[in-house]
């Protein structure tokens, strides 16, 4: 086969599932609510996280925050900063079930590095977490006939270690000591995201006729 013949076969397989000709034109900017469970420790933790997410076609590269509380307590427990790799791997248009439009169904996996800073009654200790996470996004366009609003619905789920972590009661201790376990972490987020998208992007979530038939790609 000729090399040129081999190149637009590979194209044709490759490009329609990894490159898009359009989408964002600018970060998603996003906020929600998560809720954290550490193995071995009965504390209630629930807080408030913000990011924003540079999307490369299905490649994207977020940095994050959060304040998280003890709900049995009103101090603060934990602060953290950190980035995220994300990789979308599949989506879907299918029909709104409460418009007469469609709206994008999306898979992402992600790549999580975090600091974190522990807060306790005499000192603040710092420890890094690593994992991993799938969430689920339901993306679609503005009610105005010229926007190109995007905006979407977010839910996941991380699950992250603490390769130094430091031990929560010793944390909050006044001599702070490093132990040899990992702290396990499992978080569960739900928020929304909005955004800019190109023109030929938003359109696909346009108002259709009612007896119009969705379309599915």
């Known amino acids: 086969m000729k090399?040129?013949?081999?190149?637009?076969a590979?194209?044709?397989?490759?490009?329609?599932?990894?490159?898009?000709?359009?989408?964002?034109?600018?970060?998603?900017?996003?906020?929600?609510?998560?809720?954290?469970?550490?193995?071995?420790?009965?504390?209630?933790?629930?807080?408030?996280?913000?990011?924003?997410?540079?999307?490369?076609?299905?490649?994207?590269?977020?940095?994050?925050?959060?304040?998280?509380?003890d709900l049995?307590?009103?101090?603060?427990?934990?602060m953290t900063f950190g980035m995220s790799a994300r990789v979308l791997v599949f989506d879907r248009l299918m029909e709104s079930l409460i418009d007469p439009r469609d709206v994008e169904l999306g898979l992402e996996l992600q790549g999580v590095v975090e600091r974190v800073w522990w807060q306790g009654e005499a000192v603040r200790d710092a420890t890094n977490r690593y994992g991993v996470g799938i969430a689920i996004r339901l993306r679609g366009g503005g009610d105005a006939a010229l926007s190109t609003l995007?905006?979407?619905?977010?839910?996941?789920?991380?699950v992250l270690a603490s390769p130094d972590a430091t031990d929560a009661g010793i944390a909050r201790s006044a001599m702070p000591t490093m132990t040899?376990?990992?702290?396990?972490?499992?978080?569960?987020?739900?928020?929304?995201?909005?955004?800019?998208?190109?023109?030929?992007y938003v359109d696909r979530f346009r108002m259709r006729p009612l007896?119009?038939?969705?379309?599915?790609?």
């Not at 929600?32 to 807080?47: M, N, P, Q, S, T």
């Open 3 to 8: 090399p040129h013949v081999l190149a637009l």
């Open 72 to 78: 049995d307590s009103s101090d603060p427990r934990t």
């Open 211 to 217: 007896d119009a038939e969705p379309f599915v790609r």
């Open 180 to 200: 040899d376990g990992r702290t396990m972490t499992v978080i569960v987020g739900l928020g929304a995201a909005w955004g800019m998208g190109q023109r030929r």
């Open 10 to 69: 590979v194209a044709s397989v490759v490009a329609p599932g990894v490159v898009r000709a359009e989408g964002e034109r600018s970060p998603m900017f996003g906020g929600g609510l998560v809720a954290i469970r550490e193995a071995g420790e009965a504390a209630r933790l629930a807080g408030v996280g913000l990011e924003a997410t540079w999307w490369f076609g299905r490649l994207g590269v977020a940095v994050e925050g959060s304040r998280v509380w």
């Open 150 to 158: 995007l905006a979407e619905s977010r839910l996941f789920v991380r």
